[in-house]
DNA sequence: TGCAAAAATTGACGCAAAGTCACGTTCCGT
DNA sequence: ACGGAACGTGACTTTGCGTCAATTTTTGCA
């Protein structure tokens, strides 16, 4: 490891706690991040620039490399920020769950609410200027599968869990998670308890116990 | 809806069909891809530019512009030259399918073991410099699941299953089967059919039917 | 309060890659 | 074999990135 003494950055003494420094540099940040959501919203995330960004600002070009290092960069913290606050919840409900069933059942319906509420962020960031599809995971989101994966080790250990793989399990889960909230944002069908009691029952008991539809009308 | 005469694009006559101008042009666009599958893999698609795909080419910059807009649309082809080999094999199989087992297992079975064996351009495709994980689905791709939904209208239509949300299934079948993908490729576990059986069990009975691990011994 | 040092902002600048286009070359139909 | 159309070429223009010296703002301290 390299700790040469004359080469190290200056390292910026921390500002003071309520000092105005302190107050403009969160501001400046918010201020770039709603920026970022706008433009990303009207552009999609491919065509916006930097330049875009910031011109959506009274800042200056200079300033946005101060708090970001690039757009990929904006776009993980826009993406973090929901990846931290969703990922406790989930940890909490699934450390409450005394069976398979509130393990699934927990997990999925958080996520799906959690979805719905914040589907205004989730649209913008999902935008893209052609027809492709683009799904990003910041290694915060990452974070939260291996939190997942975690946690159902642990389920396996308390015998909550059969000793399955815990791996494709997670993966499974996640798959379905994200896909499934997808169509319930996109679709026109924006109910989060529907989505969740079908992701549930599959988990629980495969196709045959999926929800049968109100309708019968089938698209085709 | 503008037919403007004048302003309309010459639309080139279409090459004859042996003809050594057609020769070329196809020639010309593999040689394109081909360099660009190499150095995707290389340098990871978010770092490589236009510029590193024809320099590792014979042609001129310009002409890169005859073939494709943007990397993004080199991206594209090749992302589109894998959905367009395997589609037509999943509806093959779906079609025969006389019952949900089949339907559900062979879809499963067909994809993990193309994912397994095109697992090198899977590879170069997700190489990327910083630690996020990007996938992106291109018309041609997202045609793909829409045919797959069709395909499960019509075994609801023809009484093979129950009459279930159509849309939330094709999530969850392809939400299951990328993740689930992934994990096979990335991790140490490379089979296809171990992959297959894990997803087909969770979707015929749920998480209580799904295999069991050989060794219990648990990673945590 | 006044002042010097530290931190942050600014926008012009240098550079790299994108995308265009006038020209030359090759191919095709007659 | 000739004329025109399609294609390839690479220099050129444009665009956006990232930096940095100069300037402004804030802070700590006497």
Redesign the pocket.
């Known amino acids: 490891m390299v700790t040469d003494t004359v080469t190290a950055k200056?390292e910026?003494?921390p500002?003071?706690a309520g000092?105005?420094?302190?107050?403009?540099?969160i501001q400046?940040r918010e201020t770039i991040l709603e920026a970022a959501r706008k433009v990303f919203a009207e552009l999609g995330y491919g065509a916006t620039?930097?330049?875009d960004i910031i011109r959506a600002t009274?800042?200056?070009?200079?300033?946005f490399?101060?708090y970001f290092?690039?757009?990929e960069e904006v776009y993980q913290a826009i993406r973090d920020e929901v990846a931290l606050e969703i990922r406790p919840r989930l940890r909490e409900e699934r450390a409450k769950a005394k069976s398979i069933d509130e393990f699934i059942s927990s997990t999925f319906r958080t996520f799906f609410e959690f979805v719905a509420r914040d589907e205004g962020n989730f649209r913008a960031i999902r935008h893209n200027a052609d027809s492709t599809r683009v799904r990003m995971d910041t290694p915060e989101v990452l974070a939260g599968f291996t939190e997942l994966r975690e946690d159902i080790e642990k389920a396996i250990a308390d015998a909550i869990f059969p000793p399955v793989d815990a791996d494709f399990l997670m993966a499974a889960i996640v798959g379905v998670a994200f896909e499934v909230a997808e169509r319930m944002v996109i679709g026109d069908n924006h109910n989060p308890s529907e989505a969740a009691e079908f992701a549930t029952a599959l988990f629980m008991g495969g196709v045959h116990k999926l929800p049968h539809r109100k309708n019968a009308a089938g698209t085709a």
Chains 1, 2 share one sequence.
Request: hydrophobic residues 15%; aromatic residues 4%; positive net charge.
């Open positions: 200056p910026p003494r500002a003071r000092g105005k420094r302190e107050q403009t540099k400046n620039t930097v330049r009274p800042l200056a070009s200079g300033t490399y101060n290092q690039s757009k």
